[in-house]
């Protein structure tokens, strides 16, 4: 099989540097500016308001002209994932919903490191305008691979695989134990160097499409769509969730589709406490006996999400009766999401679930 368009294992990364800085544990790097037009990826965080709102946001580019990340009112502590795409100067940010508004964030970018606009959403709209602010945060480079394969190299319709991967990677300046402990997490111990990470996760998927195709009828192939199930894709990216000293919080995400009706996909989340170095656990915040008390919490905060009266059964609409707490936390300085990828609670229709329920709704079981 031969391997094509290499983007060529195009390796893309987007440094901001506290070049001069000394390395320390917790993150004071205030004064530093990410250049959003400039830099070919990124990641930052910003801070600001919508109206009268104060938000903080994760943005990253991770990948040529993509958006993602999430941000939170700073008085909820709730995240919410955003995405947008970068196909002019004026960039539109989107709030990932279950409702059918765009709730939308519409501006500009800047090398100074703002991002200004108009905010739409409620049947209203808001100015904004976030800033740069990396106090207490940990700074972190982006990296970016993508590749391709034919099934058949000597066929021009032959079907394609096709992988990309974005990962996070600590900044020079971040304290090496610290920055080794983010590394581990990341790569799952599987690698020190972002590049050849990377590098290893796409030849390990183009081996694999390279394998299944042994013994493929390519007759079969040669029809009119005849290979559309082997349009191979798969996708992996870490985003940022929130990451304020010592929390920093990823998101790992996957996509996988690998012939059949649909992809199949989740996110999994690691809430890092950088200060001990080790991954928050519901052991490590809540009591002994808390799961039936979050478990309720939790059939609630699903109702007022998909706005279900209090009688109605979660199963009309869900695979369990009631829904279960598990370890894919996010935990923020305002409360802890659990979230579910789909099949683990929810049909696949219904997506990945996740639900938030605030400190206050948790005080009877917080150790």
């Known amino acids: 099989m031969k391997r ?21 544990e917790a993150a004071t790097t205030k004064d530093v500016v990410v250049p959003l037009v400039s830099s070919p990826l990124f990641y930052t965080q910003l801070k600001g308001k919508i109206g009268e709102r104060a938000i903080t946001m994760q943005l990253m ?25 970068l196909d002019s100067a004026l960039v539109n940010v989107y709030e990932e919903t ?39 945060a940990v700074p972190l480079k982006v990296f970016y691979a993508i590749d391709s394969a034919r099934l058949l190299p000597d066929f021009k319709k032959s079907p394609m695989g096709t992988v990309s991967n974005s990962l996070i990677w600590p900044d020079s300046t971040v304290d090496p134990a610290v920055a080794s402990f983010i590394i581990q997490q990341v790569t799952d111990g599987k690698g020190n160097d972002p590049a050849t990470f990377l590098k290893r996760s796409i ?66 989340y690691l809430t890092l406490d950088l200060s001990k170095k080790k991954v928050v656990k519901p052991a490590d915040i809540f009591r002994s006996g808390y799961q039936e008390t979050v478990s309720n919490l939790l059939d609630k905060a699903f109702r007022q999400k998909f706005h ?60």
């Open 308 to 367: 279900l009266n209090d009688d109605e059964a979660l199963d009309l609409h869900l695979l369990v009766k009631t829904i279960p707490p598990n370890d894919n936390l996010i935990v923020t300085d305002k409360g802890v999401c659990f979230s579910y990828t789909p099949y683990e609670v929810g049909p696949y229709a219904m997506g990945q679930i996740t639900l938030f329920i605030p400190f206050t709704e948790l005080k009877a079981v917080l150790k």
């Open 61 to 85: 580019k991770t990948a040529p002209h993509l958006l993602r990340g999430y941000f939170c009112y700073d008085s909820i502590g709730k995240p919410i994932a955003v995405w947008g795409t």
């Open 98 to 136: 279950n409702t059918d508004e765009d709730r939308l964030f519409s501006g500009y970018l800047s090398d100074d490191g703002k991002f200004k606009g108009v905010w739409h959403g409620d049947g209203t709209s808001f100015h904004f305008e976030l800033h740069t602010d990396l106090k207490n």
């Open 4 to 24: 094509v368009s290499l983007l060529a294992l195009t390796l893309l990364v987007a440094c901001f540097a506290c070049q001069n800085s000394p390395k320390h």
């Open 203 to 268: 030849d390990s998927f183009v081996l694999a499409y390279r394998i299944s195709a042994k013994g493929v009828d390519t007759s079969e192939l040669k029809e009119e769509n005849g290979g559309m199930s082997w349009n191979w894709t798969a996708d992996r990216d870490i985003k940022v969730v929130y990451n304020t000293w010592p929390l920093l919080v990823i998101e790992k995400y996957g996509y996988d589709f690998t012939g059949g009706a649909h992809g199949n996909w989740g996110a999994r």
